[in-house]
């Protein structure tokens, strides 16, 4: 009898052990997850705040050219050039007059307000993105006409950061430039109206944006690695 009750005596104090283990496990990883959060949603909020003022400031710079250029600012702070008449020949990756005109107006200035000291640190990447509509004179397969408007595409973003590089109003910014700027030919992956293949649409699919990466995604995941440790 003595002997049974030496040994629930026993392990009552080491169940109150366990408890108590179990208890600060579950406040120590409370308090983990409270800073992920937290952590988390500072960054998000500084996010938001960035792209709301970057394309605040897009806006105020460019708007009086956006109808003559035929250009428009997106929701998510591309911008569009849509004037596929003005832009390159068919067929062709050679710029036309116009277009390099339009770029001798809009990039040096693009440039300056993301490369000023409020945008700087919060560009990863300049996209020139390149797309064509699905069409391609002499084939009607799909897949021909796919990879024909790739090259093509890829052609037209390639001679586009080529001109842009050899603007002279540009020329402090070239190591910059050459580090975050990137040529991406999309061929006919991203039409602007899925499903609708009428000769309009077509035309309108024929287009050079220029997107802006953040580096948000950098952020949350050097805080993942920092929070690992």
Wanted: glycine residues 4%; hydrophobic residues 40%.
């Amino acid at each position: 009898m003595d002997s049974e009750h030496s040994n629930q005596a026993h392990w009552i104090p080491m169940a109150d052990l366990m408890t108590g283990l179990m208890l600060v496990f579950m406040l120590l990883t409370a308090a983990f997850m409270l800073r992920v959060e937290k952590t988390t949603t500072l960054v998000v909020k500084d996010y938001e705040t960035t792209k709301k003022d970057m394309q605040l400031a897009l806006q105020k710079e460019f708007q009086k050219d956006l109808k003559q250029w035929n250009a428009e600012i997106l929701g998510d702070m591309t911008i569009r050039f849509n004037d596929p008449t003005v832009l390159f020949a068919t067929g062709s990756s050679d710029l036309r007059p116009r277009f390099k005109e339009v770029l001798g107006q809009f990039f040096p200035r693009y440039v300056a307000l993301l490369t000023s000291g409020q945008f700087k640190d919060a560009v990863k990447e300049i996209r020139i993105e390149g797309h064509t509509s699905a069409a391609w004179t002499g084939t009607t397969d799909e897949r021909t006409a796919y990879f024909n408007n790739m090259a093509l595409s890829q052609a037209r973003t390639r001679s586009t950061l080529e001109y842009l590089l050899s603007l002279q109003k540009v020329q402090p910014k070239e190591k910059w430039l050459i580090q975050h700027v990137t040529a991406n030919g999309l061929s006919s992956s991203h039409p602007i109206s899925p499903g609708d293949h009428s000769a309009a649409a077509q035309l309108a699919n024929q287009r050079v944006e220029f997107r802006i990466v953040t580096n948000a995604s950098d952020k949350m995941d050097l805080i993942a690695q920092k929070l690992q440790k």
